[in-house]
């Protein structure tokens, strides 16, 4: 439990809230809204292609070392950010800011808990995911109180700091004490799936299937929270009512992380990706429907399941399917489909409503993505060692 509630509580830092800077920073440094939304693509784009490498220092260094350093290196972006003069100088920072917060720390914390947690793992990285995302939603309000106070580069200075002083103190106070399952001293190491190096898992068509279903979700969970308040208001929402939809959005995802980290443990791997790919076909579809009333919250909430119950799946399926001794690097290359397809799916679905005219009509086109996903998991092989769990 304290290995959940220890990396439960990085989720703050695994996201800044950077969309209550925008609009700042494009009146302090003149740019326009393109060339900021330009420089964070960049960032996350460059920032993703690391993590598989730092995935493999996760295996090599350890949790409470990786962590520790990464947060340190997290504080580091934050604090360029902050100093930022310039469209390039705003593009790196960014990279280190998506390279080290949402896409190392989120990797470092799931592989902290699936290290650490030896019975019921798929719940206790539910948990992990229903906790630190609750944690990550109070994140933008405060930070936009603190902007009203000060100022954006201040704020973010601030940001840095909690960030410099908070991950190294939980990486080391809360991981010490007990050697991380997975050391070669160990003895539990022996019990579980033998441990599969990356490149031989990669190899695996079940290893492809999942990632191409972590993808799919990053895309276009991304995609229309991104463009929420303007699809909302075609539906006929103001914009503090589309916006007050992110809150059940919250919600659903935060019941279906835990909701499928406990069935992770129970049931076999095609049933649970093809339950995560009916959920994002559900609420693209959903896009059709949407009007006043209960039906926008119903979509609200089955998006937020849709990502929700993925972010669990995806964790728990590769130590059941490949051991721990890779993990982090394996998890590294999971971790960079998201993150790589998240950057794509607001462009996509703009570009998509140009061409077809309505978000709708895109999003039912993307339909076909998630069911094509469901349909190759069905033929999913399950491997001894995971029939054996379920």
Do not use: C
């Amino acid at each position: 439990m304290l290995a959940i509630v220890a990396t439960a509580l990085t989720g703050p830092g695994q996201t800044i809230g950077v969309s209550v800077f925008v609009d700042p920073i494009i009146t302090d440094l003149g740019l326009s809204r393109s060339q900021v939304s330009g420089a964070y693509l960049v960032g996350t784009l460059v920032g993703a292609t690391a993590l598989p490498s730092i995935g493999r220092t996760i295996d090599r260094w350890g949790v409470r070392r990786s962590m520790a350093w990464i947060g340190v290196a997290f504080a580091v972006g934050i604090g360029f950010v902050s100093r930022s003069w310039s469209l390039l100088s705003l593009a790196v920072g960014f990279t280190l800011i998506r390279m080290f917060g949402q896409g190392s720390l989120t990797l470092v914390s799931i592989v902290a808990v699936t290290k650490w947690v030896t019975t019921r793992r798929g719940a206790a990285l539910g948990l992990l995911s229903t906790l630190g995302g609750a944690l990550m939603g109070l994140v933008p309000v405060g930070l936009n109180q603190l902007i009203a106070w000060t100022d954006w580069r201040t704020a973010w200075l601030i940001s840095g700091v909690v960030v410099l002083v908070s991950v190294p103190t939980i990486a080391v106070a809360g991981f010490s004490g007990r050697r991380e399952q997975g050391d070669k001293r160990d003895d539990d190491h022996t019990k579980g799936p033998p441990d599969t190096d990356r490149s031989s898992a990669i190899r695996t068509y079940r290893f492809w299937v999942l990632g191409m279903a972590v993808a799919a979700a990053g895309m276009f969970v991304t995609a229309l929270s991104f463009h929420q308040i303007s699809l909302l208001g075609e539906a006929g929402l103001t914009a503090a009512e589309a916006a007050a939809m992110f809150i059940p959005q919250v919600l659903g995802a935060a019941a279906a992380a835990y909701l499928f980290g406990w069935l992770s443990d129970r049931w076999p791997a095609r049933t649970l990706i093809m339950a995560t790919m009916a959920l994002l076909g559900g609420a693209l579809g959903m896009t059709m429907l949407l009007a006043e009333g209960w039906l926008v919250v119903a979509y609200s909430l089955v998006l937020g399941a849709s990502g929700g119950s993925l972010r669990s799946v995806s964790a728990a399926l590769p130590p059941r399917w490949f051991g721990i001794g890779h993990i982090g690097s394996i998890q590294g290359v999971m971790t960079f489909f998201g993150v790589f397809a998240s950057s794509a799916g607001p462009l996509y679905l703009s570009l998509g409503r140009d061409v077809l005219g309505r978000y709708q009509a895109i999003a039912l086109v993307s339909i076909a993505v998630p069911a094509a996903i469901a349909l190759a998991a069905a033929a999913i092989r399950e491997p001894a060692a995971e029939l054996a769990a379920t």
